[in-house]
């Protein structure tokens, strides 16, 4: 095989592939805007993968990007380190935004009392 029949035209199209090579590959698709250097694209193209016959079925959600994206992400347990989040972003010229404003906290339905009792004492 040669070079020119692995990369795309001057118009952009890519090549046919020779008969010889062909005719070795079942049903092979390339998709030119999942590019192999983008690893999250790849990552939420594997989701899609496993979700694509379930969200036919209307089964589950499904969006193509999360609110987490490919960006760099920081959870903030206390104020102190929300401070520093945004000390350090001044220090580096950028941005964040704040996709959750709330304190975290159990839903009401999450057991928050353990049914081991307390362990008693050797003394008593």
């Not at 929300?82 to 941005?95: H, P, T």
Request: charged share 25%.
């Amino acid at each position: 095989m040669r070079w020119r029949d692995l990369t795309e035209n001057i118009n952009g199209n890519t090549p046919p592939l020779p008969k010889e090579i062909e005719s070795t590959l079942p049903p092979t698709i390339v998709m030119p805007e999942l590019q192999n250097n983008d690893t999250y694209k790849q990552y939420r193209y594997l989701l899609a993968l496993a979700a694509a016959q379930a969200h036919e079925n209307g089964d589950i959600i499904f969006n193509s990007k999360s609110s987490w994206n490919e960006n760099t992400s920081v959870v903030c347990y206390t104020p102190e380190e929300q401070r520093i989040v945004e000390l350090a972003n001044k220090l580096m010229g950028v941005s964040g935004k704040e996709i959750v404003k709330t304190k975290s906290h159990e839903d009401p339905h999450v057991n928050t009392r353990s049914p081991v009792p307390k362990r008693r004492s050797m003394d008593s």
